[in-house]
Nanobody
């Protein structure tokens, strides 16, 4: 079973920035999800194997997902953070087969598609 490991979480003030990292390889697409206490897990950003990306409306223009294939590492750059961004953040990967896309270009896909998850990293934004 593929194990993912996130890093880079922490506590920042409103307007601050953080960069989350996730080490993973051999996947069709990767997504970042978050879950705040008492709320459902929600998709934040995703990247497909053709490089296409998509974002939740709440983070568009503030978050950027990217990947460094040489390092097998993916990043979620988070700028202009808001208190409502406070949550546990998870990276997840889906392996659908060689050359198969997840369809991220059309929109974020739900958590059910992903078959490997990290343990999560906490992001706390204070006002």
């Amino acid at each position: 079973q593929v194990q993912l490991q996130e890093s880079g979480g922490g506590s920042v003030q409103s307007g601050g920035s953080l960069r989350l990292s996730c080490a993973a390889s051999l996947y069709s697409c990767m997504g970042w999800f978050r879950q705040a206490p008492g709320k459902e897990r929600e998709g934040v950003a995703a990247i497909d194997s053709d490089g296409s990306t998509n974002y939740a409306d709440s983070v568009k223009g503030r978050f950027t997902i990217s990947q460094d294939n040489a390092k097998n590492t993916q990043y979620l750059e988070m700028n202009n953070l808001k208190p409502e961004d406070t949550a546990m953040y998870y990276c997840a990967t889906a392996e659908l087969g060689p050359g198969v896309l997840c369809g991220i270009r059309m929109g974020l896909v739900g958590p059910g598609l992903y078959n490997a998850w990290g343990q999560g990293t906490q992001v706390t934004v204070s006002s």
